[in-house]
C-alpha cells in the first residue's frame, strides 16, 4: 500500500496537468476592435505659397498602410499556427460603414491620405472578389445588376472637422490651444533652444546658397525653422533632381534629427505645465488622443461588438509623438520612438478577448486585453511591432483593459471642458462646455516678448467698435437734426458692377457658401503684414506658416525662386461663418 501511494500520487498529478493543459487549449483568442491612428502620406511643403496637397507618393503609402491593416484584421491567413487577428464580425469585403468610424481633418492631404488608406482597405469589389451583387442596393426594376464605377469602388463614410468643431481637439488637441502656443514660446526664450540655435547656424547657413535661397530669407534660416527646413528638404530631394545633386544625405540626415529635436520638445516635454501644474501642456494633443481611444473601446464594449469594430484617425504626428511620450514609450529599449513617425505610420491599438471556447457571449471586461502595436511607416522594411504601454517590462505587450484604463486615466483629458479650460481656449465651441458667456481670456496666454493681440481678432473688435460708434453718432444726428430717411429708385442690377454686376470691384469680398448652405465665410482682401494662413497645419510658436516665400515648382525647375520672408502668425485662427440667410432687421416705425 505504502509502496504504490507515490505512483498513485503521480498519476493523479499528471491528470491534473493535462487537465490543464486541455482547459488551457480550449480558450480561444478573438481581436474585438481596433483603433488606429494614422499620419497623413508624402505632400507638397509648407513653405510653398500653394496649399499643401497630397502627392501621388503619399497616396501610395496610405494605400499600402490600408491594405496591410486588411490583410491582418479583414481577411487574415488564420491557418492555426498563429493566433488569429481577424475582427469579430467585421465585413470582409463588402464595407459596411455602420461598423467603421473614420475621422479626419479638413486638410486635403491629410484626408486624401484617409480615401487613399480606406481603398487599400476595402478594394473594389471586382479586384477584391467576384462578390459584386449587394443585396438591395445593385438591383434596379428591370432585374440587372449595376455595379458601381471603377469595378465596384466602395465608397467610404469619412467625417471631417474643422477647428470650429469640437471633435478637432481629439486629432489636434494642440490647435487652438493658447496656453500650448504660449508654452512653446518660453521654449524660444530657453537656454536650451538659444544653445541649439547657436550651434547650428553654421550649418544651416551652409544650405542657403544652393537650397534654401528665395525660399526663406536669412534671418529665418536656422533652427527657429528646423522642421519647415527639413519638410522642405525631404519633399526636394525626392521630387526635385536639382535638389537631389546639391543635397548629401549627411546633411539631409542631420536637418531629420533637428527638426525631431525641434517637434520632441515642442510636443513630448511632459514636465512642463501651463496655467495648472501637470497639465502636461506640451503634450496635450497625447492627452486628447488618449480619451478618443477609449471613447471607442467603450463604445464597442456597450453595443457588444456591434458598432466602432474598427476606428480611424487620420491627422498629422504630433499626437503620437505627445502620446509617445506619456504612454512611456520613449525609452533606450524602445528606439523607434526617438523619431517622428514616417509618413503613412500607424498607432495600433488591439481589443482583444481571451475566454473559453464554448462561450458564446460577448465577453466580460475582466476577459479584455489591449495590445499596442508601431507600424512605422509602409516601406518593405517597416513592420508592425508589439510595444508594452506605461512603462512596463518588455514581455507585457498584453495588458488587461482595466489595466489600460488606468494608465491613460493618468494622463488623459477627461472632457472638452477640460480641454477648453486647461488651454485657456476662446474657441466657439468652449462657451458651452464652460458655462461661460465666451469671454475666456486670452491674454493669460499670450507672451508679451513674441505676441499681442492677433490681427484677426484685433480687427474684428476694432470693426464691432468702430460700428458701435458709427451707429451711436447717426442715430444722435437724425435725433437731433431731423434727418430722415427715404428710399433712392435703383438701377437694374445688370447695370450695377461688383457681385451685383458682371464685373467685381477690387473692393468686393469673396464670398463662400459652405455645404449645404449653413453659412457663408466673407474672405477679406489681406494686409500684406497679416496674409492668409496656410491652410491645414497649425505652426506652433510665435512663426505659424502663413505666406510663405513664393516657391516655383519643385520638380525640373529648381530651388532659387525669389520670395519675401514669411511673416508671423497671428493668435488663433477660428474660422467665424456669417450666416447670410437671417431675416433683415426690421425698422422701428412710430409717431
Known amino acids: 500500500m505504502d509502496a504504490r501511494f507515490p505512483l498513485h500520487a503521480l498519476c493523479i498529478s499528471l491528470i491534473a496537468l493535462l487537465s490543464t493543459a486541455s482547459a488551457q487549449a480550449r480558450f480561444k483568442q478573438q481581436v474585438l476592435s481596433t483603433f488606429i491612428y494614422t499620419r497623413y502620406g508624402d505632400r507638397t511643403p509648407f513653405v510653398l505659397d500653394t496649399t499643401p496637397t497630397l502627392t501621388p507618393l503619399g497616396a501610395h503609402q496610405l494605400y499600402e498602410a490600408g491594405s496591410r491593416i486588411r490583410q491582418r484584421y479583414l481577411t487574415p491567413d488564420d491557418d492555426g499556427s498563429t493566433e488569429p487577428t481577424g475582427i469579430a464580425g467585421i465585413a470582409s469585403y463588402q464595407l459596411e460603414c455602420d461598423q467603421l468610424t473614420v475621422l479626419s481633418t479638413n486638410d486635403q492631404y491629410v484626408f486624401a491620405s484617409a480615401l487613399a488608406f480606406m481603398q487599400g482597405l476595402y478594394p473594389p469589389l471586382e479586384t477584391s472578389s467576384n462578390y459584386t451583387y449587394i443585396a438591395g442596393q445593385s438591383t434596379i426594376q428591370n432585374g440587372s445588376n449595376v455595379v458601381a464605377p471603377l469595378n465596384g469602388y466602395q465608397y467610404p463614410d469619412i467625417t471631417t472637422v474643422s477647428t470650429n468643431d469640437l471633435n478637432s481637439i481629439w486629432l489636434s488637441g494642440s490647435n487652438n490651444c493658447p496656453n500650448y502656443l504660449a508654452s512653446t514660446n518660453d521654449y524660444y526664450g530657453s537656454e536650451a533652444f538659444e544653445t541649439i540655435q547657436n550651434s547650428t547656424q553654421d550649418f544651416y547657413s551652409s544650405l542657403q546658397p544652393d537650397l534654401l535661397d528665395g525660399v526663406f530669407s536669412d534671418a529665418s534660416v536656422g533652427y527657429y525653422d528646423a522642421y519647415y527646413i527639413y519638410d522642405y528638404l525631404s519633399y526636394a530631394s525626392i521630387h526635385n533632381t536639382t535638389a537631389a545633386q546639391h543635397l548629401t544625405m549627411e546633411e539631409l540626415t542631420r536637418a531629420k534629427i533637428l527638426a525631431d529635436d525641434w517637434i520632441f520638445a515642442l510636443n513630448a516635454d511632459v514636465d512642463t505645465s501651463g496655467s495648472i501644474p501637470g497639465d502636461h501642456i506640451r ?117 488587461s483593459l482595466a489595466d489600460f484604463i488606468s ?71 437724425m435725433l437731433l437734426g431731423g434727418i430722415r430717411l427715404h428710399r433712392v429708385p435703383r438701377r437694374r442690377r445688370s447695370e450695377l458692377n461688383g457681385f451685383k454686376g ?5 473692393s468686393d469680398q469673396d464670398l463662400t457658401i459652405p455645404k449645404g448652405g ?23 510658436g510665435s512663426w505659424e506658416l502663413r505666406e510663405q516665400a513664393k516657391a516655383e515648382e519643385a520638380h525640373g525647375r529648381g530651388l532659387n525662386t525669389f520670395a519675401s520672408r514669411p511673416s508671423r502668425p497671428s493668435f488663433e485662427e ?12 426690421a425698422p422701428h416705425d412710430h409717431v
Open 407 to 477: 494608465g491613460l486615466e493618468g494622463f488623459l483629458m477627461f472632457n472638452v471642458e477640460d480641454w477648453c479650460t486647461t488651454c485657456n481656449s476662446f474657441s466657439v465651441f468652449c462657451p458651452a462646455f464652460t458655462g461661460t458667456d465666451g469671454s475666456l481670456d486670452p491674454s493669460n496666454a499670450l507672451s508679451p516678448s513674441r505676441h499681442g493681440i492677433s490681427p484677426a481678432v484685433a480687427g474684428v473688435i476694432g470693426a464691432l467698435v468702430t460700428l458701435a460708434v458709427a451707429a451711436l453718432l447717426f442715430a444722435a444726428v
Open 283 to 399: 503634450a496635450i494633443a497625447g492627452r486628447t488622443l488618449a480619451t478618443r481611444i477609449l471613447q471607442a473601446f467603450y463604445t464597442t464594449i456597450n453595443t457588444q461588438g456591434a458598432s466602432d469594430k474598427m476606428t480611424l484617425l487620420f491627422g498629422s504626428f504630433e499626437p503620437m509623438v505627445a502620446f509617445a511620450a506619456l504612454a512611456g514609450l520613449v525609452s533606450p529599449q524602445n528606439a523607434a520612438f526617438y523619431n517622428v513617425p514616417e509618413a503613412g505610420a500607424s498607432f495600433i491599438f488591439e481589443l482583444y478577448s481571451l475566454q473559453a471556447e464554448d462561450v458564446d457571449t460577448y465577453p466580460d471586461t475582466s476577459d479584455i486585453y489591449v495590445r499596442f502595436f508601431y507600424q512605422n511607416g509602409t516601406d518593405p522594411y517597416s513592420s508592425l511591432v508589439a510595444y508594452p504601454l506605461f512603462g512596463m517590462s518588455p514581455s507585457q505587450t498584453l495588458i
Open 518 to 540: 449653413a453659412g457663408a465665410t466673407v474672405i477679406h482682401s489681406e494686409d500684406p503684414a497679416y496674409p492668409a494662413p496656410v491652410k491645414g497645419h497649425e505652426r506652433v
Open 574 to 585: 477660428d474660422e467665424m461663418a456669417i450666416n447670410p440667410f437671417t431675416p433683415p432687421a
Open 502 to 506: 458682371g464685373n467685381k470691384l477690387a
